[in-house]
Every structure is written in structure tokens, then in C-alpha cells.
């Protein structure tokens, strides 16, 4: 099957996309060609298929030819070769969510602070959304293998983070409503609900059994070992209460899924990043605004490097977000003074360990290993459901990058909940 065949793309969808493309209603085109392919050669992501989208474009005015055009989009669509993966997503909602996002909730704030890619199009299923394709404007994930951001990467993404939350309070104030009361359910928390038979529930218990594996596996001293293995589960199932909206601090559009294929850096011509976006908005929620700065910071940061830089990045954030905020008219105290930004950072520190884990865990596995996951439906299948451990070991025996970054990140959780 061809790659447009699998985007089940229809005339009538091409023809949005180029629309929204050109920016100008009345403009006369006719599409000429229309060509996908797969987005690189490698998974760029895990909860969808990414497609590259090319459309050759006669401009016209009364049928006489102006000039042509090459267009180049991104698209995303749901998985649908690997089954079990497409019921997972749609189960949990996360493409319908995502789709709801961008023809909603995204654009508005996107008036007040670009922050993400600008959709062109969504079908009515939400199985698909077209963006304009960001490396076009010399966007690029940060091209390392450890998933780690230095110190001009980390200001950069804060700077992205910042300018979101600002639209979002900018848009509140607004329309003297929250976004959840603008756009009720669209923000609903659909990654950690503790339901019975919810997948990502039953994927967290997976994930503790690996995470226990693990702990068994590398744990030398059987008292420590023993005070583990009885005591993480109760700390990593805490995420369901981390991720509520909170009572106690002032709550904020969150992206909620900040490992580092999701965060883009423009580049100056002498190779400092200069600008920053965000993608991937599937698992959004509405919580305090330490919950994206501590997700950051967990799982792009190794535990010494965050101790040591800490301060200085909470500090960073907070007058960025200042900075934002007063473009907008508004005063920074009014909202969040910064010792309750940083003693929210402290609670929200725990969702962050707990974070790096559950999604370190599968996405800084060895490129081969998750080549060969997601290479089959029946692999991905297997994988979810029963050899999810025995990978991880393997790459924690065979992998130096893998086991560093997964004792980092066990340890960080030791010691977030004071288990030692």
C-alpha cells in the first residue's frame, strides 16, 4: 500500500489543505499532483505515523495559468497497521484530543504567542492532521542520542513554555472565563486515569513491574532492594493525583508530554538555538504551570545537572513568563508570586521523577530495539503485552547509555519520595 493510500486522503481534503496553505480565499489553484511519503527514516514519535505531504499547485485567474507551486506539509495519522496501537489511541482519546486542540483551543492562543505548528487541516474522524511542515522554517529536534538538553536548549524551550502559559492566562483574562469553561472536556485528563481496564492504568502497572525488574536486576544491597521494590509502586501510582487540576495554585494550558523529540529548535547561522516550538499535544491537561517545568526538566536533564542548575532555570522561567505576561498588560504577582511558583515546583517535582521514568523507559531504549517494536503489529503487540521487560533488561545489560540514564532516573525517584 502506498503512503497516500494509507492517509486516505479525498479530493475535497487536498483541497482544504492547499487552502489553508495559501492563506487566501481567493486564490484560484488547481492540484496538479499529490505525493506521501514517510516523514525520515526513523519512528519520529510513538502515538502516530508521521507522513511527509507534497502538492503540485497550478495558481490561476480565469483559468489562465499565474505561476506553480510546490507544497510541503506534515501530516499525522493513527497507526493503523499496527491495530492494537490505533485502538490504544483511540481508546484513550489522544488523536481526537489533539484534533479538538488545534481546531480550537490552539489557535486562539496562538494569537497571543506562537508556540506550536499551525494546523492546515483535521479530518472529521480526528485520524488525521496536516500541519505546515516546521523544518521548512529550520526547525529540528536537537540531534543527539541521549535525549539531553544543555543549558541554552533548556532556556530556549522555557522561553516556549513560557509564552504558552502567558496566552493561556491572556486568553483567561480575556474572556473572564478559564479555557476549561471555554472549551469544557477539551482538556480532560485522558493519560492517567485510575479505571479499571483503561489502558493507560494497565500500562502504568506494566510499567511498574518493569520498573521493579529493573530494581531487582541492579540493586546489590537486599534491604535496599527489599524497601524498594515494596515502596515505588505506591510513589509512581501517585500520578493520578499529580495530574488533577489543582485547588492550591493557579492552573495553565500544559502541554504534559515534553520528552525531546517534542520540543523544535530554530538555529542561528552560527548553530545557537534561537527559537522554539512545541508538537504533540495529545496528553495536554489544565495544571499548574511547575508541572510542564518540572517535566522538562526531568526528562532532559540528568538528576546532578538539574540540582546544580536548578535555581537558576526556575528563575529563568519565572521571568520569561514575566516578561510575557506584561506584553500582555498583566502583572505576574497577581497570578503566581514566585516563591509559590517555587514551592509548586517542589510538589510538582514528584510528577516530573515519575514522568522521566514512564516515558524514558521506552523512548531512550537503542534505536534498533525500537526499530524492531514497532516493525510489525504482531512485535508492538508482544511488546505491550508481555516482553516490555525483557527489552528493557536487555538494553539495561547491553546498553551503557541506557543503563546510566535508567539507574539516573530510578535514583531520582528514590530520592524525590525520600526512600532512602
Not at 487566501?24 to 488547481?30: G, P
Not at 483574562?173 to 472549551?183: G, M, N
Request: hydrophobic share 40%.
Amino acid at each position: 500500500m502506498s503512503s497516500l493510500q494509507e492517509l486516505d486522503i479525498s479530493a475535497t481534503d487536498k483541497e482544504l489543505i492547499v487552502q489553508a496553505y495559501i492563506h487566501d480565499a481567493s486564490t484560484q489553484f488547481r492540484i496538479v499532483s499529490t505525493r506521501a511519503s514517510r516523514f525520515g527514516e526513523q519512528r519520529t514519535g510513538y502515538l502516530g505515523d508521521h507522513f511527509l505531504l507534497k502538492f503540485t499547485v497550478l495558481v490561476t485567474n480565469d483559468d489562465v495559468v499565474d505561476g506553480m507551486l510546490e507544497i510541503e506539509a506534515f501530516a499525522k495519522a493513527l497507526p493503523k497497521a499496527i491495530p492494537s496501537l490505533a485502538r490504544y489511541l483511540e481508546e484513550t482519546e489522544a488523536f481526537s484530543k489533539e484534533a479538538k486542540l488545534f481546531q480550537e483551543l490552539i489557535p486562539r492562543l496562538q494569537k497571543l504567542g506562537r508556540f506550536a505548528p499551525e494546523p492546515l487541516f483535521s479530518a472529521p474522524s480526528g485520524e488525521l492532521i496536516v500541519f505546515r511542515n516546521l523544518k521548512l522554517e529550520g526547525f529540528r529536534t536537537l540531534q543527539n542520542n541521549d535525549g539531553l538538553f544543555d543549558l541554552v536548549h533548556l532556556e530556549q524551550a522555557l522561553r516556549v513554555l513560557a509564552r504558552m502559559h502567558a496566552a493561556c492566562w491572556a486568553l483567561e483574562k480575556q474572556c473572564a472565563k478559564s479555557v476549561t469553561e471555554l472549551y469544557p472536556t477539551v482538556l480532560d485528563e485522558n493519560s492517567w486515569i485510575a479505571k479499571d481496564n483503561y489502558p493507560r492504568a494497565k500500562e502504568l502497572e506494566n510499567n511498574i513491574g518493569t520498573l521493579l525488574a529493573l530494581v531487582r536486576h541492579h540493586e546489590k544491597n537486599g534491604k535496599r532492594r527489599a524497601d524498594l521494590v515494596e515502596n515505588l509502586p505506591n510513589c509512581v501510582r501517585q500520578i493520578y493525583e499529580l495530574v488533577k487540576t489543582s485547588n492550591v495554585y493557579r492552573n495553565v494550558f500544559s502541554h504534559a508530554d515534553l520528552w525531546n523529540n517534542n520540543v523544535m529548535f530554530r538555529y542561528s547561522e552560527h548553530g545557537s538555538p534561537m527559537d522554539c516550538l512545541l508538537v504533540d499535544f495529545q496528553l495536554s491537561r489544565y495544571v499548574p504551570p511547575a508541572y510542564d517545568f518540572n517535566m522538562l526538566l526531568s526528562l532532559t536533564m540528568t538528576s546532578g545537572y538539574r540540582r546544580r542548575h536548578l535555581s537558576f532555570l526556575q528563575g529563568y522561567y519565572y521571568q520569561s513568563l514575566r516578561m510575557e505576561l506584561t506584553r500582555h498588560g498583566m502583572v505576574i504577582e497577581d497570578i503566581l508570586t514566585e516563591e509559590d511558583f517555587r514551592v509548586s515546583c517542589q510538589l510538582y517535582r514528584k510528577a516530573g521523577a515519575i514522568d522521566s521514568f514512564l516515558i524514558n523507559l521506552i523512548t531512550l531504549l537503542p534505536k534498533d530495539a525500537l526499530d524492531d517494536i514497532f516493525s510489525s503489529a504482531e512485535k508492538y503487540e508482544h511488546f505491550s503485552a508481555e516482553s516490555k521487560t525483557a527489552v528493557c533488561l536487555k538494553a539495561f545489560d547491553e546498553s551503557l547509555a541506557y543503563r546510566t540514564r535508567m539507574i539516573d532516573i530510578i535514583e531520582n525517584i528514590v530520592d524525590t519520595f525520600e526512600l532512602q
